[in-house]
């Protein structure tokens, strides 16, 4: 009985499997759309410039970046008076002086088909009277961006020269400015 007993049960376990249904695998499905939008860019970096510590060329602050200082020291108008070795110093007329120091801006792209692009300046400010900033020697308004180039190739250092020019009656002061670029993919 015991074995018939065994084997009964195992019949009923066969047939329990035999008899459910068959399984089925199961799936499923689904899609992503994308888009993406590729956006075109220019970099303006200020350099110092090979020459820096030599005359004219001055050393940056924070060089390597979009936003530098430049120290131009102390100047006066008597003799050939200024305070930095790496100022370029010199009068203009009789009464005047121009005190300047060069820097280098370079201009990259990333996912644009410009082949050039435009640099252009514009000061803070509006500067005292009898005092004038240049860049490259275009002279400085608050007003409007002034055009310095109509074509510079992206990725060559281009050197530019920041000039003040003060007449000898303006009065002791300390001179500040910001001067602002703009590079324009042509």
Known sequence: MTTNGQMRCWLLLVASVLSSAPLSAQAASG???????VQSSINL????????????????TNAGTNNV?????????????HSLACVAYSHIGGSIYQVSSAFDVLVTKSNSTSA????????STAPPANVTWLVSGVTMTNTAFKQLDAADSYG????????????NNVPAQVLSETVMFLATAN
Not at 45 to 60: D, H, M, S, W
């Open 69 to 81: 200082g430049l120290d131009l020291g102390t100047a006066s108008f008597p003799g050939n008076s």
């Open 31 to 37: 899609q992503i759309s994308l888009t993406l939008t």
């Open 156 to 167: 060559n250092a281009v050197t530019k020269s920041l000039q003040v020019q003060v007449k």
């Open 45 to 60: 970096v200020f350099n110092n410039n090979p020459a820096v510590g030599t005359t004219g060329f001055c050393p940056l």
């Open 116 to 123: 050039s692009y435009r640099l252009a300046a514009e000061i």
